[in-house]
């Protein structure tokens, strides 16, 4: 059995200011996310915080890229998870994960809206590097289009429309729970796959 050292574990000081800014996001807004703030809460230097990050929006983007797993990982598996099971349990499986992905994120994202310079420099970011919601609305429709062609979707059915669909709905309801407090239940992820499959 190892001997203890007396160390304690070496801090992940990236992490910690991530997480920061996101409770900071959660709590107090955009307006509330400043780099004294962040460093008040982790705590450490407001330099710190730009040994990691640039500025600003390169922190945002990672603070939003924190909770990406929630959404890619159920993404991932239903691209590969054509011809097994049914559609509609795949599809169900991976709009429960995009919904807790957007539940997370929609209120964030939202508040981007209050700071025009930021909000254009978020969208140059993502389109720097080709992320944003497109690229799951594509996994989703590889998905569709697989099942079609193993004859388990209908033909007529248009991939494209339903995966734009299924993730519209799912940021659509996280933006509503967030504002109003209330889910709408139309929106239930079973209840929608069907619908669209129908």
Do not use: W
Request: glycine content about 6%; hydrophobic content about 45%.
């Amino acid at each position: 059995m190892p001997k203890p050292t007396g160390k304690s574990p070496k801090r992940n000081r990236k992490t910690e200011i991530v997480l920061a800014a996101e409770t900071l996001l959660r709590e107090r807004g955009l307006s509330g996310v400043t780099t004294r703030a962040i460093a008040e809460a982790v705590p450490c230097s407001e330099g710190a915080i730009y040994v990691h990050f640039s500025g600003r929006t390169q922190l945002l983007l990672a603070v939003l890229e924190q909770s990406l797993p929630e959404m890619l990982i159920p993404l991932r598996k239903l691209e590969e998870s054509a011809g097994m099971l049914t559609p509609e349990r795949n599809l169900a499986a991976a709009m429960l994960g995009l919904q807790r992905f957007h539940e997370r994120v929609a209120p964030m994202v939202s508040s981007l809206f209050a700071e025009p310079e930021l909000l254009a420099s978020f969208r140059q970011s993502l389109d720097s590097r080709a992320k944003g919601p497109r690229g799951g609305i594509a996994r989703i429709a590889r998905y569709l289009d697989a099942e079609q062609k193993l004859g388990r979707i209908p033909e007529h059915v248009n991939v494209e429309t339903v995966a734009a669909l299924l993730m519209s709905a799912s940021f659509f309801r996280a933006f509503s729970s967030a504002l109003t407090g209330q889910a709408i239940p139309a929106l239930n992820h079973r209840d929608l796959v069907q619908e669209l499959l129908r």
